[in-house]
């Protein structure tokens, strides 16, 4: 006779443990999790305010870009990438909506990984992209309109 055994034997069935499903997208996306500290390569429902800034500063960008990519357009410029001058001649709404859905998944997509070195690499990639061709814009808008 083994007493452990028996107490074992004696003790109810466990419970089974509760678990909350948590997706991608919840109320504590941009504010607050339950979840505190620096945690690498893991998935973390606290997002900081720099990676709140970054994910607003590329959506603002690429807003500006797709305004800015029209008005060329409309003094006589060419689009040089040849999936968003197809888009264009599907006309302004389609091209600015899929613009702006494939950035937007892009940077959600960013913004879930920036745990991860690539992830935090991405937001910085994409953040220094939009900067400069924000100033390729500039640029070609300070040759097409020269001062009088």
């Given amino acids: 006779m083994d007493p452990l ?9 466990a419970a089974p443990m509760e678990r909350r499903r948590n997706g991608v997208l919840t109320r504590h996306l941009f504010f607050g999790g ?3 500290g620096t945690r690498v390569n893991s998935y ?13 500063a590329i959506l ?9 990519t029209v008005i060329h357009l409309g003094h006589g410029g060419l689009e ?6 197809w888009l264009l001649e599907q006309g302004q709404a389609p091209f600015l909506f899929w613009k702006s859905f494939v950035v937007g998944m ?7 990984h920036k745990n991860f070195r690539l992830g935090r690499a ?8 939009y900067g ?3 100033g390729y814009h500039m640029w070609i808008i300070g040759q097409a309109w020269p001062r009088a």
Avoid at 46 to 53: A, D, H, R
Avoid at 60 to 68: A, E, F, H, K
Avoid at 80 to 85: E, F, K, V, W
Avoid at 122 to 129: D, E, F, K, R
Wanted: aromatic share 4%.
């Fill in 5 to 13: 055994r028996e107490t074992a034997e004696a003790l109810p069935p």
């Fill in 34 to 36: 339950r979840r505190r």
């Fill in 44 to 56: 973390i429902d606290v997002y900081g305010p720099g990676v709140l800034s970054a994910t607003c």
């Fill in 60 to 68: 603002g960008l690429n807003v500006l870009d797709s305004i800015l």
């Fill in 80 to 85: 040089a990438n040849p999936i968003m001058a």
């Fill in 106 to 112: 892009s940077v959600v997509f960013l913004c879930v």
């Fill in 122 to 129: 991405g937001l910085g990639v994409a953040l220094s992209s």
């Fill in 132 to 134: 400069g061709l924000l």
